[in-house]
């Protein structure tokens, strides 16, 4: 039997046994290198401008999503956004339960689409959608270009 007369009903399909190797590198592109290297060397949080539908983007993205132009326009993202969500971790990554329990938030600046999961430096029992914060960001210093350059969000 030929591999196409094993293949043509896919419903048969639930699995495949075996194992596939998918060693990757992933890269910030073009429009993160430039979001953290501004984030490191100024503290600024910096989006993406559509030049023709005026769409802002954060984090920033090379194309826009509603026109697919190449946005070439970089603009700084205001003082402070908004918190959508939030949701207080009891325990890390692997399970273990936290010393102290963290809080997490979805944060939207204004005017832009788009937003931050990012750490909420507040405590749990004052942390709410609707809160305005800022971001606080590590001294020069101690800035390596990366998300976490930007230790938390606080009010």
């Known amino acids: 039997m030929t591999f196409l007369e094993r293949t043509t009903d896919v419903r048969r399909f639930r699995h495949w046994p075996g194992h596939i190797e998918a060693d990757y590198i992933y890269t910030s592109g073009i429009a993160g290198e430039t979001f953290f290297r501004e984030l490191r060397e100024n503290g600024r949080i910096l989006g993406a401008r ?3 539908c005026g769409t802002q983007w954060l984090p920033p993205k090379l194309f826009c999503e509603t026109c697919f132009r190449e ?6 993202a205001p003082a402070t956004g908004q918190v959508e969500a939030v949701s207080v971790v009891h325990v890390d990554a692997k399970g273990k339960p936290l ?4 809080v997490w938030a979805l944060i939207r600046f ?3 689409k788009g ?10 029992r004052k942390a709410r959608a609707g809160l ?12 390596v270009g990366a998300i976490t350059d930007i230790v938390g969000f606080g009010p």
């Open 115 to 124: 937003g931050f999961v990012h750490r909420l430096l507040v405590d749990p």
């Open 71 to 76: 946005t070439t326009d970089w603009v700084e």
């Open 50 to 52: 559509c030049p023709q």
């Open 132 to 143: 305005r914060v800022h971001p606080i960001v590590k001294p020069r210093s101690e800035r």
């Open 99 to 102: 010393d102290s329990p963290e």
């Open 110 to 112: 204004a005017g832009f």
